[in-house]
Protein backbone atom coordinates (compact mmCIF):
# COMPACT_ATOMS: atom_id res chain seq x y z
CA UNK A 1 0.00 0.00 0.00
CA UNK A 2 1.83 3.14 1.07
CA UNK A 3 1.60 4.98 -1.51
CA UNK A 4 -2.41 5.18 -0.94
CA UNK A 5 -5.22 4.60 1.75
CA UNK A 6 -8.45 2.67 1.33
CA UNK A 7 -10.00 6.47 2.14
CA UNK A 8 -8.03 8.09 -0.50
CA UNK A 9 -9.20 5.80 -2.99
CA UNK A 10 -13.01 5.20 -1.92
CA UNK A 11 -12.86 9.15 -2.07
CA UNK A 12 -11.08 9.58 -5.45
CA UNK A 13 -14.54 7.27 -7.06
CA UNK A 14 -17.13 8.60 -5.16
CA UNK A 15 -15.70 12.24 -6.58
CA UNK A 16 -15.32 10.59 -9.93
CA UNK A 17 -19.06 9.18 -9.56
CA UNK A 18 -20.16 12.52 -8.58
CA UNK A 19 -18.51 14.00 -11.68
CA UNK A 20 -20.40 12.70 -14.71
CA UNK A 21 -23.65 13.44 -15.64
CA UNK A 22 -27.13 12.74 -14.08
CA UNK A 23 -28.53 10.05 -16.82
CA UNK A 24 -28.13 6.69 -15.18
CA UNK A 25 -27.87 7.69 -12.11
CA UNK A 26 -30.34 6.85 -9.11
CA UNK A 27 -33.16 9.03 -7.72
CA UNK A 28 -31.41 10.43 -4.45
CA UNK A 29 -33.67 9.26 -1.40
CA UNK A 30 -35.69 6.29 -3.60
CA UNK A 31 -32.84 4.62 -5.91
CA UNK A 32 -29.97 2.84 -4.65
CA UNK A 33 -27.29 1.61 -6.65
CA UNK A 34 -23.62 -0.12 -6.68
CA UNK A 35 -20.11 1.25 -7.25
CA UNK A 36 -17.21 -0.24 -8.62
CA UNK A 37 -13.84 1.02 -9.94
CA UNK A 38 -10.57 0.42 -11.51
CA UNK A 39 -7.90 2.66 -10.47
CA UNK A 40 -4.32 2.90 -12.36
CA UNK A 41 -1.56 3.92 -9.98
CA UNK A 42 1.74 5.11 -11.45
CA UNK A 43 4.65 5.48 -8.93
CA UNK A 44 7.42 8.01 -10.25
CA UNK A 45 11.46 6.45 -10.97
CA UNK A 46 12.20 7.55 -7.74
CA UNK A 47 9.16 6.60 -5.50
CA UNK A 48 8.67 9.62 -4.37
CA UNK A 49 5.25 10.26 -5.56
CA UNK A 50 1.86 8.18 -6.48
CA UNK A 51 -0.52 9.47 -9.60
CA UNK A 52 -4.14 7.88 -8.49
CA UNK A 53 -6.54 7.60 -11.50
CA UNK A 54 -9.68 6.03 -12.38
CA UNK A 55 -9.79 4.49 -16.12
CA UNK A 56 -12.96 2.79 -15.54
CA UNK A 57 -16.21 3.33 -13.66
CA UNK A 58 -19.70 1.11 -13.55
CA UNK A 59 -23.07 1.26 -11.28
CA UNK A 60 -25.75 -1.49 -11.35
CA UNK A 61 -26.98 -4.56 -9.62
CA UNK A 62 -29.07 -6.23 -12.80
CA UNK A 63 -28.55 -9.28 -14.68
CA UNK A 64 -30.43 -10.57 -17.33
CA UNK A 65 -32.30 -14.83 -17.14
CA UNK A 66 -30.72 -16.77 -19.57
CA UNK A 67 -33.28 -16.55 -22.02
CA UNK A 68 -33.30 -13.18 -22.68
CA UNK A 69 -28.97 -13.65 -23.91
CA UNK A 70 -28.22 -13.21 -27.50
CA UNK A 71 -26.16 -15.00 -29.98
CA UNK A 72 -25.11 -12.06 -31.18
CA UNK A 73 -23.06 -10.95 -28.49
CA UNK A 74 -24.75 -7.55 -28.63
CA UNK A 75 -26.46 -7.35 -24.93
CA UNK A 76 -24.68 -7.41 -21.79
CA UNK A 77 -25.74 -10.17 -19.92
CA UNK A 78 -24.42 -9.25 -16.14
CA UNK A 79 -24.41 -5.49 -15.23
CA UNK A 80 -23.56 -5.56 -11.50
CA UNK A 81 -21.05 -2.74 -10.92
CA UNK A 82 -17.81 -5.08 -11.02
CA UNK A 83 -18.40 -6.74 -13.87
CA UNK A 84 -19.65 -2.95 -15.91
CA UNK A 85 -16.15 -1.60 -14.67
CA UNK A 86 -14.00 -4.60 -15.98
CA UNK A 87 -15.36 -4.34 -18.93
CA UNK A 88 -14.70 -0.86 -18.70
CA UNK A 89 -11.27 -1.42 -18.24
CA UNK A 90 -10.82 -3.59 -21.02
CA UNK A 91 -11.87 -1.31 -23.17
CA UNK A 92 -9.82 1.12 -21.74
CA UNK A 93 -6.85 -1.17 -22.34
CA UNK A 94 -7.43 -2.17 -25.67
CA UNK A 95 -7.20 1.66 -26.71
CA UNK A 96 -4.19 1.71 -24.55
CA UNK A 97 -2.52 -1.56 -26.88
CA UNK A 98 -3.69 0.31 -30.08
CA UNK A 99 -2.33 3.50 -28.94
CA UNK A 100 0.90 1.83 -28.04
CA UNK A 101 1.02 -0.30 -31.42
CA UNK A 102 0.77 2.55 -33.83
CA UNK A 103 3.67 4.51 -32.06
CA UNK A 104 1.03 7.30 -30.96
CA UNK A 105 2.38 6.42 -27.15
CA UNK A 106 0.70 5.08 -24.04
CA UNK A 107 1.07 5.70 -20.88
CA UNK A 108 -0.01 1.99 -19.83
CA UNK A 109 2.40 -0.10 -22.07
CA UNK A 110 5.82 -0.31 -23.36
CA UNK A 111 7.23 -2.94 -25.64
CA UNK A 112 9.03 -5.83 -24.57
CA UNK A 113 12.30 -4.52 -26.09
CA UNK A 114 12.28 -1.56 -24.14
CA UNK A 115 14.09 -0.97 -20.72
CA UNK A 116 14.46 -3.64 -18.45
CA UNK A 117 12.07 -6.54 -18.97
CA UNK A 118 9.75 -6.83 -15.79
CA UNK A 119 7.89 -9.95 -17.23
CA UNK A 120 9.33 -13.47 -18.14
CA UNK A 121 8.56 -13.70 -22.15
CA UNK A 122 5.54 -15.63 -22.30
CA UNK A 123 5.89 -16.67 -25.88
CA UNK A 124 2.59 -14.76 -26.88
CA UNK A 125 2.25 -10.62 -27.06
CA UNK A 126 5.21 -8.32 -26.78
CA UNK A 127 3.81 -5.86 -24.75
CA UNK A 128 4.38 -4.70 -20.88
CA UNK A 129 3.24 -2.53 -18.45
CA UNK A 130 5.39 0.54 -17.96
CA UNK A 131 7.86 0.29 -14.99
CA UNK A 132 5.65 1.99 -11.91
CA UNK A 133 1.97 1.26 -13.35
CA UNK A 134 -0.39 -0.93 -11.42
CA UNK A 135 -4.13 -1.07 -11.28
CA UNK A 136 -6.17 -1.39 -8.12
CA UNK A 137 -9.46 -2.34 -8.27
CA UNK A 138 -12.51 -0.14 -5.72
CA UNK A 139 -15.54 -1.61 -4.67
CA UNK A 140 -18.30 0.17 -2.83
CA UNK A 141 -19.98 -2.95 -1.26
CA UNK A 142 -18.69 -6.59 -0.57
CA UNK A 143 -19.15 -8.38 -3.95
CA UNK A 144 -22.13 -11.04 -4.13
CA UNK A 145 -21.65 -14.53 -3.65
CA UNK A 146 -19.08 -16.10 -1.51
CA UNK A 147 -17.28 -12.84 -0.45
CA UNK A 148 -21.37 -11.63 1.36
CA UNK A 149 -21.40 -15.32 3.51
CA UNK A 150 -20.52 -12.91 6.88
CA UNK A 151 -21.85 -12.70 9.83
CA UNK A 152 -24.93 -10.12 10.90
CA UNK A 153 -23.88 -7.38 13.14
CA UNK A 154 -27.29 -6.16 13.74
CA UNK A 155 -30.53 -7.03 11.66
CA UNK A 156 -31.11 -4.51 9.59
CA UNK A 157 -28.27 -4.93 7.38
CA UNK A 158 -28.62 -4.34 3.60
CA UNK A 159 -27.75 -6.83 0.87
CA UNK A 160 -25.69 -6.31 -1.79
CA UNK A 161 -27.45 -8.06 -4.94
CA UNK A 162 -31.10 -8.13 -4.30
CA UNK A 163 -32.95 -10.91 -6.89
CA UNK A 164 -34.12 -9.29 -9.92
CA UNK A 165 -37.66 -10.76 -9.65
CA UNK A 166 -40.07 -10.75 -12.79
CA UNK A 167 -42.53 -7.99 -13.59
CA UNK A 168 -45.74 -10.21 -13.92
CA UNK A 169 -47.28 -10.63 -10.68
CA UNK A 170 -48.77 -14.11 -11.26
CA UNK A 171 -45.13 -15.62 -11.48
CA UNK A 172 -44.15 -13.48 -7.94
CA UNK A 173 -43.38 -15.74 -4.89
CA UNK A 174 -42.19 -14.37 -1.92
CA UNK A 175 -38.66 -15.15 -0.96
CA UNK A 176 -39.10 -15.62 2.56
CA UNK A 177 -35.84 -17.38 4.00
CA UNK A 178 -36.42 -20.19 6.64
CA UNK A 179 -35.59 -17.42 9.46
CA UNK A 180 -38.89 -16.08 8.31
CA UNK A 181 -37.47 -12.97 7.23
CA UNK A 182 -38.52 -11.81 3.65
CA UNK A 183 -35.52 -11.30 1.72
CA UNK A 184 -37.21 -8.83 -0.40
CA UNK A 185 -39.99 -7.24 -1.67
CA UNK A 186 -40.99 -8.31 -4.54
CA UNK A 187 -40.13 -5.51 -7.66
CA UNK A 188 -40.94 -2.16 -6.24
CA UNK A 189 -43.32 -0.99 -8.75
CA UNK A 190 -41.08 2.98 -8.68
CA UNK A 191 -38.37 0.83 -10.59
CA UNK A 192 -40.36 1.02 -13.60
CA UNK A 193 -40.06 4.75 -14.51
CA UNK A 194 -41.48 6.58 -17.55
CA UNK A 195 -37.59 7.48 -18.15
CA UNK A 196 -36.62 3.26 -18.40
CA UNK A 197 -39.10 1.68 -20.58
CA UNK A 198 -39.19 -2.25 -19.56
CA UNK A 199 -37.23 -3.88 -23.30
CA UNK A 200 -39.25 -6.91 -24.13
CA UNK A 201 -36.62 -8.51 -25.32
CA UNK A 202 -37.09 -11.58 -27.96
CA UNK A 203 -36.60 -14.53 -26.05
CA UNK A 204 -33.71 -16.82 -28.00
CA UNK A 205 -33.71 -20.32 -27.90
CA UNK A 206 -33.08 -21.54 -24.25
CA UNK A 207 -29.65 -22.56 -23.47
CA UNK A 208 -28.04 -25.12 -21.60
CA UNK A 209 -26.18 -24.19 -18.40
CA UNK A 210 -23.20 -26.22 -19.61
CA UNK A 211 -23.56 -28.50 -16.65
CA UNK A 212 -25.86 -30.72 -15.87
CA UNK A 213 -27.45 -32.83 -18.27
CA UNK A 214 -24.89 -31.76 -21.23
CA UNK A 215 -21.84 -33.75 -19.18
CA UNK A 216 -21.27 -37.22 -19.11
CA UNK A 217 -21.24 -39.32 -16.16
CA UNK A 218 -17.70 -39.81 -15.89
CA UNK A 219 -16.96 -35.91 -15.85
CA UNK A 220 -19.80 -35.90 -13.09
CA UNK A 221 -17.74 -38.29 -11.11
CA UNK A 222 -14.75 -36.50 -11.76
CA UNK A 223 -16.74 -33.10 -10.35
CA UNK A 224 -17.81 -34.96 -7.97
CA UNK A 225 -14.31 -36.36 -6.36
CA UNK A 226 -12.62 -32.93 -7.24
CA UNK A 227 -15.42 -31.42 -5.30
CA UNK A 228 -14.19 -33.44 -2.49
CA UNK A 229 -10.90 -32.15 -2.31
CA UNK A 230 -11.83 -28.93 -2.00
CA UNK A 231 -11.72 -26.85 0.84
CA UNK A 232 -15.11 -28.22 2.40
CA UNK A 233 -18.04 -26.21 2.98
CA UNK A 234 -18.83 -24.74 6.54
CA UNK A 235 -21.16 -28.16 8.00
CA UNK A 236 -24.73 -27.29 7.20
CA UNK A 237 -25.09 -28.35 11.06
CA UNK A 238 -23.56 -25.58 12.47
CA UNK A 239 -24.84 -24.38 15.90
CA UNK A 240 -27.33 -21.73 15.45
CA UNK A 241 -25.63 -18.47 16.44
CA UNK A 242 -26.02 -14.67 15.42
CA UNK A 243 -27.49 -14.88 11.71
CA UNK A 244 -25.25 -14.81 8.45
CA UNK A 245 -25.95 -12.28 5.63
CA UNK A 246 -27.68 -13.74 2.66
CA UNK A 247 -26.53 -13.67 -0.89
CA UNK A 248 -29.08 -13.82 -3.38
CA UNK A 249 -26.79 -16.25 -5.53
CA UNK A 250 -27.52 -19.50 -5.75
CA UNK A 251 -25.29 -22.50 -5.67
CA UNK A 252 -24.43 -23.67 -9.29
CA UNK A 253 -26.25 -26.34 -10.55
CA UNK A 254 -24.79 -30.09 -9.87
CA UNK A 255 -23.27 -29.47 -6.94
CA UNK A 256 -24.13 -29.27 -3.49
CA UNK A 257 -26.95 -26.96 -2.26
CA UNK A 258 -27.54 -24.67 0.44
CA UNK A 259 -28.58 -26.05 3.58
CA UNK A 260 -31.26 -23.40 4.21
CA UNK A 261 -31.35 -23.95 7.86
CA UNK A 262 -32.09 -21.02 10.40
CA UNK A 263 -28.88 -18.64 11.60
CA UNK A 264 -25.51 -19.52 10.39
CA UNK A 265 -25.90 -22.84 9.04
CA UNK A 266 -28.59 -21.38 6.09
CA UNK A 267 -25.78 -20.76 3.39
CA UNK A 268 -22.30 -23.32 2.09
CA UNK A 269 -19.64 -21.23 2.29
CA UNK A 270 -17.00 -21.48 -0.28
CA UNK A 271 -19.18 -22.64 -3.33
CA UNK A 272 -19.56 -20.84 -6.75
CA UNK A 273 -22.70 -19.03 -7.08
CA UNK A 274 -24.92 -17.75 -9.71
CA UNK A 275 -26.75 -14.34 -9.98
CA UNK A 276 -30.32 -13.94 -9.63
CA UNK A 277 -31.82 -12.72 -12.66
CA UNK A 278 -35.38 -11.14 -13.70
CA UNK A 279 -37.47 -13.86 -12.32
CA UNK A 280 -35.68 -16.93 -14.14
CA UNK A 281 -32.17 -18.06 -13.42
CA UNK A 282 -29.03 -16.34 -14.88
CA UNK A 283 -25.82 -17.74 -16.37
CA UNK A 284 -24.06 -15.23 -14.67
CA UNK A 285 -21.24 -15.93 -11.70
CA UNK A 286 -21.47 -13.96 -8.95
CA UNK A 287 -18.69 -11.26 -8.51
CA UNK A 288 -17.29 -13.24 -5.93
CA UNK A 289 -16.41 -16.13 -8.15
CA UNK A 290 -15.36 -13.63 -11.36
CA UNK A 291 -12.66 -11.57 -8.75
CA UNK A 292 -11.14 -15.07 -7.76
CA UNK A 293 -10.97 -16.16 -11.30
CA UNK A 294 -8.92 -12.82 -11.78
CA UNK A 295 -6.10 -13.61 -9.46
CA UNK A 296 -5.48 -16.42 -11.57
CA UNK A 297 -6.34 -15.46 -15.50
CA UNK A 298 -5.73 -11.67 -14.91
CA UNK A 299 -8.64 -9.19 -15.64
CA UNK A 300 -7.48 -8.27 -19.68
CA UNK A 301 -9.67 -11.32 -20.64
CA UNK A 302 -8.63 -13.56 -23.92
CA UNK A 303 -8.56 -11.58 -26.57
CA UNK A 304 -6.14 -9.20 -24.95
CA UNK A 305 -3.51 -12.04 -23.91
CA UNK A 306 -2.42 -12.09 -27.58
CA UNK A 307 -0.81 -9.02 -27.46
CA UNK A 308 0.62 -9.09 -23.64
CA UNK A 309 3.72 -11.02 -21.77
CA UNK A 310 1.69 -11.66 -19.68
CA UNK A 311 -1.06 -11.60 -17.43
CA UNK A 312 -2.53 -8.41 -15.95
CA UNK A 313 -3.58 -8.38 -12.13
CA UNK A 314 -5.09 -6.11 -9.23
CA UNK A 315 -2.88 -5.06 -6.80
CA UNK A 316 -5.31 -4.47 -4.22
CA UNK A 317 -9.73 -4.98 -3.82
CA UNK A 318 -10.88 -1.42 -1.66
CA UNK A 319 -14.44 -2.36 -0.66
CA UNK A 320 -16.28 0.88 0.46
CA UNK A 321 -18.14 1.40 4.34
CA UNK A 322 -20.70 -1.49 4.61
CA UNK A 323 -21.43 -4.94 5.85
CA UNK A 324 -17.96 -6.94 5.43
CA UNK A 325 -15.57 -9.77 7.00
CA UNK A 326 -11.66 -10.13 6.20
CA UNK A 327 -12.38 -13.46 6.51
CA UNK A 328 -14.91 -13.97 3.64
CA UNK A 329 -13.03 -11.65 1.49
CA UNK A 330 -9.97 -13.61 1.78
CA UNK A 331 -12.09 -17.06 1.75
CA UNK A 332 -14.09 -16.02 -1.24
CA UNK A 333 -11.04 -14.27 -3.46
CA UNK A 334 -8.06 -15.99 -2.22
CA UNK A 335 -7.97 -19.14 -0.26
CA UNK A 336 -10.09 -21.09 -3.07
CA UNK A 337 -7.54 -20.43 -5.72
CA UNK A 338 -4.68 -21.22 -3.85
CA UNK A 339 -3.70 -24.26 -4.43
CA UNK A 340 -3.45 -23.91 -8.31
CA UNK A 341 -0.04 -24.76 -9.70
CA UNK A 342 1.15 -25.66 -13.10
CA UNK A 343 0.28 -22.48 -14.69
CA UNK A 344 1.70 -21.71 -17.95
CA UNK A 345 4.36 -19.01 -18.36
CA UNK A 346 2.86 -15.51 -17.82
CA UNK A 347 0.83 -16.45 -15.45
CA UNK A 348 0.39 -17.47 -11.93
CA UNK A 349 -1.85 -16.97 -8.89
CA UNK A 350 -1.69 -13.11 -7.70
CA UNK A 351 -3.41 -12.73 -4.40
CA UNK A 352 -4.46 -9.10 -4.36
CA UNK A 353 -4.13 -6.74 -0.97
CA UNK A 354 -7.67 -6.73 0.94
CA UNK A 355 -8.45 -3.38 1.92
CA UNK A 356 -11.46 -1.71 3.62
CA UNK A 357 -12.38 1.88 3.40
CA UNK A 358 -14.15 3.86 6.34
CA UNK A 359 -16.50 5.66 3.69
CA UNK A 360 -19.72 4.49 2.33
CA UNK A 361 -21.09 4.86 -0.88
CA UNK A 362 -23.63 7.92 -1.17
CA UNK A 363 -26.07 6.00 -3.42
CA UNK A 364 -26.05 2.99 -1.28
CA UNK A 365 -29.08 0.91 -0.15
CA UNK A 366 -28.63 1.74 3.36
CA UNK A 367 -27.62 5.41 3.18
CA UNK A 368 -30.77 5.67 0.27
CA UNK A 369 -33.01 4.37 2.84
CA UNK A 370 -32.09 6.41 5.24
CA UNK A 371 -32.76 9.89 3.31
CA UNK A 372 -36.05 8.14 1.98
CA UNK A 373 -39.35 10.17 2.29
CA UNK A 374 -42.64 8.30 2.82
CA UNK A 375 -44.24 10.50 0.05
CA UNK A 376 -41.32 8.61 -2.52
CA UNK A 377 -42.58 5.43 -3.04
CA UNK A 378 -41.25 1.93 -2.19
CA UNK A 379 -37.24 2.10 -2.40
CA UNK A 380 -35.91 -0.01 -5.35
CA UNK A 381 -32.39 -0.41 -6.81
CA UNK A 382 -31.74 1.33 -9.80
CA UNK A 383 -32.14 0.00 -13.49
CA UNK A 384 -29.50 1.42 -14.56
CA UNK A 385 -26.00 0.62 -15.19
CA UNK A 386 -23.52 3.57 -16.11
CA UNK A 387 -20.09 2.67 -17.60
CA UNK A 388 -17.26 5.28 -17.88
CA UNK A 389 -14.14 4.90 -18.80
CA UNK A 390 -11.38 6.66 -20.10
CA UNK A 391 -11.53 6.50 -23.96
CA UNK A 392 -11.24 9.18 -26.67
CA UNK A 393 -14.43 8.64 -28.43
CA UNK A 394 -17.65 7.98 -26.09
CA UNK A 395 -16.43 7.36 -22.85
CA UNK A 396 -19.81 7.02 -21.01
CA UNK A 397 -22.15 4.19 -21.98
CA UNK A 398 -25.60 4.12 -19.99
CA UNK A 399 -27.77 0.77 -20.03
CA UNK A 400 -30.70 -1.03 -19.10
CA UNK A 401 -31.65 -4.32 -19.56
CA UNK A 402 -28.62 -4.73 -21.23
CA UNK A 403 -29.55 -2.54 -23.93
CA UNK A 404 -28.65 1.01 -24.37
CA UNK A 405 -30.36 3.43 -21.74
CA UNK A 406 -33.87 4.83 -23.51
CA UNK A 407 -33.61 2.33 -26.81
CA UNK A 408 -36.70 1.90 -28.32
CA UNK A 409 -37.82 -1.50 -28.87
CA UNK A 410 -37.97 -1.01 -32.73
CA UNK A 411 -33.75 -0.11 -32.41
CA UNK A 412 -33.15 -3.33 -30.60
CA UNK A 413 -30.42 -5.86 -32.65
CA UNK A 414 -29.30 -2.59 -34.28
CA UNK A 415 -25.81 -0.85 -33.78
CA UNK A 416 -28.00 2.02 -31.60
CA UNK A 417 -29.45 -0.28 -29.01
CA UNK A 418 -25.91 -1.89 -28.77
CA UNK A 419 -23.59 -0.97 -25.14
CA UNK A 420 -19.85 0.04 -25.88
CA UNK A 421 -19.20 -2.72 -23.54
CA UNK A 422 -20.72 -5.47 -24.99
CA UNK A 423 -18.80 -8.61 -26.53
CA UNK A 424 -19.51 -6.98 -30.25
CA UNK A 425 -18.24 -3.88 -29.38
CA UNK A 426 -15.39 -5.10 -27.31
CA UNK A 427 -14.59 -7.41 -30.57
CA UNK A 428 -14.29 -5.16 -32.74
CA UNK A 429 -11.93 -2.94 -30.40
CA UNK A 430 -10.05 -5.79 -30.78
CA UNK A 431 -10.01 -5.94 -34.18
CA UNK A 432 -9.09 -2.44 -35.34
CA UNK A 433 -5.88 -2.61 -32.78
CA UNK A 434 -5.23 -5.88 -34.84
CA UNK A 435 -6.12 -3.92 -38.12
CA UNK A 436 -3.80 -1.45 -36.54
CA UNK A 437 -1.02 -3.68 -35.83
CA UNK A 438 2.21 -4.30 -38.38
CA UNK A 439 2.35 -7.43 -40.11
CA UNK A 440 5.95 -7.72 -38.44
CA UNK A 441 4.81 -6.95 -34.44
CA UNK A 442 1.49 -8.97 -35.08
CA UNK A 443 1.59 -11.42 -32.25
CA UNK A 444 2.23 -15.48 -33.27
CA UNK A 445 -0.85 -16.56 -32.28
CA UNK A 446 -2.84 -14.54 -34.55
CA UNK A 447 -0.62 -15.33 -37.87
CA UNK A 448 -2.06 -17.01 -40.89
CA UNK A 449 -4.50 -19.03 -38.41
CA UNK A 450 -7.74 -17.60 -40.90
CA UNK A 451 -9.59 -16.58 -37.22
CA UNK A 452 -12.78 -15.70 -37.84
CA UNK A 453 -15.54 -15.94 -34.78
CA UNK A 454 -14.90 -14.20 -31.24
CA UNK A 455 -14.84 -18.13 -30.14
CA UNK A 456 -11.97 -18.73 -32.71
CA UNK A 457 -10.07 -15.63 -31.02
CA UNK A 458 -10.42 -16.47 -27.65
CA UNK A 459 -9.67 -20.27 -28.43
CA UNK A 460 -6.50 -18.80 -29.98
CA UNK A 461 -4.89 -17.37 -26.87
CA UNK A 462 -3.23 -20.52 -25.93
CA UNK A 463 -2.07 -19.84 -22.87
CA UNK A 464 -4.62 -18.27 -21.38
CA UNK A 465 -6.66 -21.26 -22.05
CA UNK A 466 -3.91 -23.59 -20.63
CA UNK A 467 -4.46 -21.54 -17.47
CA UNK A 468 -8.47 -21.21 -17.67
CA UNK A 469 -8.42 -25.79 -17.81
CA UNK A 470 -6.30 -25.75 -14.63
CA UNK A 471 -8.13 -22.96 -12.63
CA UNK A 472 -11.24 -25.04 -13.64
CA UNK A 473 -9.46 -28.37 -13.01
CA UNK A 474 -7.99 -27.49 -9.84
CA UNK A 475 -10.41 -24.73 -7.91
CA UNK A 476 -13.63 -24.77 -9.96
CA UNK A 477 -14.87 -28.25 -11.78
CA UNK A 478 -18.35 -27.03 -11.52
CA UNK A 479 -17.73 -23.41 -13.10
CA UNK A 480 -20.48 -23.78 -16.03
CA UNK A 481 -18.99 -23.86 -19.47
CA UNK A 482 -19.71 -20.95 -21.73
CA UNK A 483 -22.09 -22.05 -24.74
CA UNK A 484 -20.17 -22.03 -27.87
CA UNK A 485 -23.30 -21.26 -29.92
CA UNK A 486 -23.29 -17.43 -27.81
CA UNK A 487 -20.11 -16.71 -28.80
CA UNK A 488 -20.03 -17.74 -32.78
CA UNK A 489 -20.20 -14.08 -33.97
CA UNK A 490 -18.28 -12.20 -35.79
Not at 39 to 62: D, M, N, Q, R, W
Not at 202 to 212: I, N, R, T
Amino acid sequence: MGMWTPDEIALLCYDHFNALPKRGKPDPGREWTLLAAVVKVTVSPCHSTAKKEVVSLGTGTKCIGRSAMRSKGDVLNDSHAEVIARRGCVRYLTEQLRRAACGEGSSVFTHAGEGSSVFTHAGEGSWRLLPGVSFLFFTSHTPCGDASIIPMMTDSQSQPCPPITTDDPSKVTNQVSEGGALKRRNEEQGERTKKLPRLEVEAVDKVESGVGRAVSEQREQRDVSMVNQLPQPASAEAPVGPDIHRTGAKCVPGGPADPLQPGAGYHLTGGLRVKPGRGEPTLSLSCSDKLARWTVLGFQGALLTHYLQGALYFSAVVVGSCPYSSEAMHRALVTRCSMVTGLPEGFSFQPPELQQSSLEFPHSQALTKSSHLATQGHISPCGAAISWCLVQDQPLDVTANGYKHGVTKKALGTIKARSLISKLELFHSFLALQAATQLLQLPPTLRGKGLQTYWDYKQAAGSYQAAWHLLRCQAFPLWPRSDRNLLMFN
